[in-house]
């Protein structure tokens, strides 16, 4: 998959709630953020979204996930650093950076906004600043759990393809 076929966008709110907002477009395939609130359901996969009023809390456990030609990349949003994700502008986006860090994707700010040095390198070596140790797992657990989903349907599909099939022969 090229990583060059989407863009993926953050905004700090200017609201008293302090919220972020994302945006993002997808060229090739299909996308979704997903976010840990609660019960709710994860939203669909589409071309185009923009979130509003995300916690930094949720926008930095949450991923970026992307579909092509059946084959899922998912990218962790943890490595945004707080203290640079609060130096954002509010009337401005700014487009996050893929980059794969120990064998992980991830979506950064760039280099220029984050001045603590915390945004991981584009090389494959540890990212710098502090890590937490289960990021990888994380996204990884996101990863595994996408591709879970996308072999559901795909078996909802086949099991629909043979009831077809059945109902067919039966008439």
């Excluded at 008293?16 to 996969?45: M, T, W, Y």
């Excluded at 609060?86 to 992980?104: H, I, K, N, S, Y």
């Excluded at 994380?138 to 795909?154: D, N, W």
């Amino acid at each position: 998959m090229n990583d060059r076929a989407f863009s993926v966008l953050v905004r700090r709110g200017d609201g008293a709630d302090g919220g972020f907002s994302v945006r993002f477009r997808v060229d090739e395939g299909l996308a979704k953020v997903v976010l840990p609130v609660g019960d709710h359901p994860e939203p669909p996969f589409t071309s185009f979204d923009e979130i509003h009023g995300v916690p930094l809390d949720h926008l930095r456990s949450g991923r970026f996930v992307r579909e092509q030609h059946h084959e899922r990349q998912s990218f962790s949003l943890a490595h945004i650093h707080p203290d640079a994700a609060q130096r954002l502008p509010t009337d401005a986006w700014t487009t996050l950076e893929p980059v794969l860090a120990q064998g992980f994707r991830y979506l950064v700010l760039p280099s220029g906004v984050d001045q603590e040095g915390s945004t991981p390198p584009k090389t494959a070596s540890a990212p710098a600043g502090p890590v937490d140790p289960l990021d990888g797992l994380r996204h990884r657990i996101g990863e595994l759990e996408a591709q879970l989903a996308a072999s559901h349907q795909r078996e909802r599909e086949l099991a629909e393809l043979l009831a077809r099939w059945h109902a067919r022969d039966a008439g």
